[in-house]
């Protein structure tokens, strides 16, 4: 059975920092590209980052310089690191896991306020 539980969000001011994890079990986690989503109240859901099998990250340009995707094949996790929060920054933030054989998982989503 596949998981992936993510942790980290909360309330924070304007400026201010959050660390996000994703626990996953059930995938061969260092082979997987896994990413952050996001979904800002009444908009759909986009990219905020990925990163690689092989830690080859990308960035969505509104969090480039302020946010940092990372992982730990170790203990099958994958962080992002929010700087300089902004309101904007306010949505669910979603976990993915994508195979080479295109399947796909979702966590099921943490919420990030940010207030101004």
């Known amino acids: 059975q596949v998981q992936l539980v993510e942790s980290g969000g909360g309330l924070v001011q304007a400026g201010g920092s959050l660390r996000l994890s994703c626990a996953a079990s059930?995938?061969?986690?260092?082979?997987?590209?896994m990413g952050w989503y996001r979904q800002p109240p009444g908009k759909q859901r986009e990219l905020v980052a990925s990163i690689s099998s092989g830690r080859g990250t990308n960035y969505a340009d509104s969090v480039k310089g302020r946010f940092t995707i990372s992982r730990d094949n170790a203990k099958n996790t994958v962080y992002l690191q929010m700087n300089s929060l902004k309101p904007e920054d306010t949505a669910v933030y979603y976990c993915?896991?994508?195979?080479?054989?295109?399947?796909?998982?979702w966590g099921q989503g943490t919420q990030v306020t940010v207030s101004s």
């Open positions: 059930g995938i061969i986690f260092s082979i997987n590209t």
């Open positions: 993915n896991s994508y195979s080479t054989l295109h399947v796909e998982y």
